[in-house]
């Protein structure tokens, strides 16, 4: 069990009738502060984490689930920077939940300053309250407050570019 997520709370829960109301993105902004930059100005590639950390915790925060906190470890995170954020600009974070499986959900994040995309990640975190019994099945208020099943699945918004390939010169 989850801390914070009692068990009369999680037996209420009826997976057939997930809520259209759930949460399952957020957007948060930040302004790049000097610290959050490397020496040529822009955003250093760490903030993006940073970042994403925020929109996850707004997310779940929203959902009244902030108590998963400490019992999902990342077990994956991936980043592709497309343009450059320099200090004192504002950061718009997008997080959407894109899979929530037995005991793991996947968040596509997108990063924008102003209208111009600037990045996109992923970030997968496991159930794992005990870190002695590995991976663990969501509770069900998880499934409820999220809006989603195990079979719940949308296509990512994160993509990869194709790989050019070079010729002999």
Same mark, same amino acid.
């Given at each position: 069990?989850?801390?914070?997520?009692?068990?009369?709370?999680?037996?209420?829960?009826?997976?057939?009738?997930?809520?259209?109301?759930?949460?399952?993105?957020?957007?948060?902004?930040?302004?790049?502060?000097?610290?959050?930059?490397?020496?040529?100005?822009?955003?250093?590639?760490?903030?993006?984490?940073?970042? %994403?950390?925020?929109?996850?915790?707004?997310?779940?925060?929203?959902?009244?689930?902030?108590?998963?906190?400490?019992?999902?470890?990342?077990?994956?995170?991936?980043?592709?920077?497309?343009?450059?954020?320099?200090?004192?600009?504002?950061?718009?974070?997008?997080?959407?939940?894109?899979?929530?499986?037995?005991?793991?959900?996947?968040?596509?994040?997108?990063?924008?300053?102003?209208?111009?995309?600037?990045?996109?990640?992923?970030?997968?975190?496991?159930?794992?309250?005990?870190?002695?019994?590995?991976?663990?099945?969501?509770?069900?208020? %998880?499934?409820?407050?999220?809006?989603?099943?195990?079979?719940?699945?949308?296509?990512?918004?994160?993509?990869?570019?194709?790989?050019?390939?070079?010729?002999?010169?």
């Amino acid at each position: 069990m989850s801390p914070g997520v009692d068990e009369s709370t999680n037996a209420a829960c009826n997976l057939e009738n997930t809520s259209p109301l759930a949460i399952t993105s957020a957007v948060v902004t930040r302004t790049v502060e000097w610290q959050d930059t490397d020496a040529a100005g822009h955003y250093h590639h760490r903030t993006i984490l940073r970042w %994403v950390e925020a929109a996850e915790a707004e997310l779940l925060d929203r959902a009244g689930l902030r108590d998963l906190f400490g019992a999902i470890p990342r077990v994956r995170y991936e980043a592709d920077y497309q343009d450059r954020i320099w200090f004192g600009d504002v950061a718009t974070i997008h997080i959407d939940i894109i899979r929530l499986g037995r005991s793991s959900m996947t968040y596509a994040v997108k990063v924008y300053r102003e209208s111009q995309l600037a990045a996109t990640a992923s970030l997968t975190a496991v159930h794992a309250p005990d870190p002695d019994k590995g991976a663990q099945p969501w509770p069900a208020v %998880v499934h409820q407050r999220l809006g989603a099943t195990n079979d719940h699945r949308r296509e990512a918004t994160v993509r990869r570019a194709p790989a050019q390939q070079q010729g002999p010169n």
